[in-house]
């Protein structure tokens, strides 16, 4: 079967560093997504990662480890809109699972 | 960028009533589209895949005699929430996935809040 696992809460301050890990078990692998939800609102596309590595977007980046089946989100400088729940997504070809989400509190 | 408009945004019912969720991509050709159920504060429980032109494809524990999926048009699909019952409210929201360069990323409707009395 398929599971993706990572952390129900974190909370930083302004400004601060967050990394939000992910481990998944799949059966089939094409890629790890992440995406930003707010309270309400849709999901939102943050980044996709095929190949190991890290990829920057302005303040986010994404990293990915296929042989540890293991990729992270780190969030740099952060800002109270940052406030959201982050899921990372498996995409197996077929479909897209989610992991349960973690909910970020950025605090002043 | 990618547009994905889904209606309604908010109903509500009478227990044993019908209601129908559409999804459609605006700007793009979606040759298959997701739907996923999410209680409050809680992940995105993928329900069915949609592809243009066949048979959805259920998860388990989704019945498919409840939750009817139709994606007749490449920029279209439907999820009909059949003799509607309380515990049926929910967050239902669809996704596209586009073709090409864009295959790797879902587009979100903004979903549809319904309550069922």
């Known amino acids: 079967g398929q599971s993706l696992e990572q952390p129900s809460e974190v909370t930083a301050v302004e400004g601060a560093i967050v990394q939000i890990n992910c481990t998944y078990q799949?059966?089939?692998?094409?890629?790890l997504s992440w995406y930003q939800q707010h309270d309400g609102g849709a999901p939102t596309f943050l980044s996709y990662n095929a190949l190991d590595g890290l990829e920057e977007t302005g303040r986010f980046s994404s990293f990915l480890s296929r042989s540890d089946s293991y990729g992270y989100l780190l969030l740099q400088e952060l800002q109270m809109k940052d406030s959201a729940s982050y899921f990372c997504a498996v995409d197996n070809n077929n479909d897209m699972r989610f992991g349960a989400g973690t909910r970020l509190t950025v605090k002043p | 960028g990618a547009v994905v408009s889904q209606h309604p945004s908010w109903v509500i019912c009478k227990s044993g009533t019908s209601v129908k969720i559409e999804c459609r991509s605006l700007?793009?050709?979606?040759?298959?589209m997701f739907w996923y159920r999410q209680f409050p504060k809680q992940s995105l429980m993928l329900m069915a895949t949609?592809?243009?032109?066949?048979?959805?494809?259920?998860e388990q524990g989704v019945e498919k005699d409840k939750f009817l999926i139709n994606h007749a048009s490449l920029t279209l699909s439907t999820l009909t929430v059949t003799s509607a019952h309380p515990e049926d409210s929910s967050f239902y929201i669809c996704s596209a996935r586009d073709r090409g360069i864009w295959a790797n990323v879902l587009t979100f409707g903004a979903g549809s809040r319904l309550t069922v009395l």
């Open positions: 799949t059966s089939g692998f094409y890629g």
């Open positions: 700007d793009f050709q979606a040759t298959t």
């Open positions: 949609s592809n243009e032109g066949s048979k959805a494809t259920y």
